[in-house]
């Protein structure tokens, strides 16, 4: 069936270091993405958006790239920093298709 | 403060009863979608309303069931509880019917447990 994944659930980094997140979708078809953030007791937040007829897409100390082929996201943080802790989730829109997240964790 | 505004924010139910769960976006979204979330899992969606009329449905049985009001707020209802309807319920607004368009902005959800 369809669906929207994570590879890993957590990930720990040192402050200043860049975070890559994964995500794994199975739907060709699906041509819309963001990544959301979610910190503990708040609702999604969102980070960074991209469309399928585009490999990259880049905003503040954030980058997404798409792989088309392999129907694989990542997200990358740059010069993670400890407001960045927190659960992120790839979804596709506008059905709303969520993986389960990855927990990072910047640790000081 | 994202402007989408959900209430309760925690709610105690026993199984069997019925809950009612509402959401108040910010004028001109008229787009909501309703989402379970799972205590570790990521947000499942149960259906979107545009314009008061439900244009779009996840795997949800009908005691899942919604309205959207002129005013932007919407409600979700939940009919016979079952123990595992547990989760943290979001209601995310956008401003047209094209949420890639225009984004989406979640509220701080309601967190539901039922006994």
């Known amino acids: 069936g369809e669906s929207v994944g994570l590879h890993l659930p957590t990930l720990s980094v040192q402050e200043g270091d860049n975070s890559i997140i994964n995500c794994a979708y199975s739907?060709?078809?699906?041509?819309?993405f963001i990544w959301y953030k979610q910190e503990s007791g708040k609702g999604p937040q969102f980070i960074i958006d991209?469309?399928?007829?585009?490999d990259k897409r880049q905003g503040q100390r954030v980058t997404v790239l798409l792989n088309k082929t392999v129907k694989h996201l990542s997200l990358q943080i740059a010069a993670t920093q400890p407001g960045d802790s927190a659960v992120y989730f790839c979804a596709e829109i506008p059905r709303g298709r969520f993986g389960a997240g990855t927990r990072l964790t910047v640790k000081p | 403060e994202t402007g989408v505004t959900q209430s309760p924010t925690h709610l105690i139910k026993t199984r069997g009863q019925q809950v009612t769960l509402r959401c108040s976006s910010q004028?001109?979204?008229?787009?909501v979608s309703w989402y379970q979330q799972a205590l570790g899992q990521g947000p499942q969606f149960i259906f979107q309303?545009?314009?008061?009329?439900?244009?779009g449905r996840g795997n949800f049985p009908p005691r899942f069931s919604g309205l959207q009001f002129p005013n932007y707020s919407s409600e979700l209802n939940v009919n016979a509880l079952e123990l595992d309807d547990s989760a943290l319920y979001l209601c995310a607004s956008s401003l047209g019917s094209s949420p890639e368009l225009y984004g989406y902005t979640f509220g701080s959800g309601t967190r539901l447990t039922v006994v």
């Open positions: 991209i469309r399928s007829n585009m």
């Open positions: 004028s001109g979204h008229n787009t």
């Open positions: 739907n060709s078809a699906s041509d819309y």
């Open positions: 309303y545009y314009r008061e009329e439900e244009n």
